[in-house]
C-alpha cells in the first residue's frame, strides 16, 4: 500500500503544477488584457486588482456573513435534496411498476429550470431563507434522483442471486449489496449537486434581490457606479467556493469508495510495470 501511494504521488504533482500553470496562464492574460487598456478597466479592471479585492473581501465581516449565508443555503437544500432523493431512487429502482407509474410525473417535472420558478415560490413562500432552500432542493433532486436509479441497475446480479439463494430477504439484498454498490452513483450525484446547488443559491439572491448573500453582494456591486471590481471579486469567490466543495468531495468519494472500478482501474494503472 505504502508503495502504491508513493508511485501515485508524481501524477498527483503533475496533475497539479498543470492545474496551477493553466490557472498563472488565465491570470496573466487577464492581467494583460486589463492593463493594455484593449477593455476599458470600469468594464475589465486587472486580475491583480480583483484578485486584491477578493482578498480584502475575506477580512470584511459582513461580506463574510454574506458567504455564510449562501453556504447555508447551499448545505440545507443539498441535504435535503439528498434526503428526498436517495430513498425515491431506491424505491422507483426496485419496484419498476412504480417507477411506470411515476415515470411522466418525473420527465415532465425534470425539465422544468428552478431559476424560473423564482417569482412563483417568492409569492407562495415570501422572501427569505426557505424560497432559497426549496429552490436548490428542486433543482438538486434530479442527479441524486437519477443517479441513485442508475447504480441499482448497475449492481451485480450475481451478488443479489447468491444472497436470496441463502435465504436472505429483499431488506437484506437491499443493504448488503445494492445499497454498497449504488453508493459510488449517490456520491456522484450529490457532487453534481453541490454544483448545481451553489449556482441556485448564488443566482437566487441575484435575481430574487431580497435577504443577504454572494448574490446579493453581486447584484448590489453591479448597481453601484464602479462596482465592477466588485462584482469580478464577488464571482472569484463563488469560484474558489466551488472548487473546494468540489476538491473535497472528491477526497471523500476517493476515501469512502476505494474498490469501484475507477478507483481499481487507477491502482492497476500504477502498478502495472
Known sequence: MRRLKRLRRPKRRQ???LGLLGVLLAFGICEAVGRAGVVRRSYLPPASEVL???VELGGDSAFMDGVGATLKAWA?????????????????????LVDSAVRVIVEFLRPLPSVALIPL?????????ETEVTLITYACVWPVLFNTIYGL????????DTLRAFGFGRLSVLLRVELPGTAPFIAAGVRISAAVALILAVATELLSGFGEGLGIFIAQAGLATDGTRDVLAGVVWAGVLGLVINGVLVW???RLFPWTPERRAERAAVVRP
Open 52 to 54: 486584491a479585492r477578493a
Open 252 to 254: 471523500g468519494e476517493r
Open 15 to 17: 496533475e497539479l503544477w
Open 76 to 96: 440545507l437544500g443539498l441535504g435535503l435534496s439528498v434526503a428526498i432523493a436517495v430513498p425515491l431512487g431506491l424505491l422507483l429502482g426496485s419496484v419498476p
Open 153 to 160: 441497475g448497475e449492481t451485480d446480479p450475481l451478488a443479489k
Open 121 to 129: 415560490v417568492s409569492l407562495l413562500l415570501g422572501t427569505g431563507l
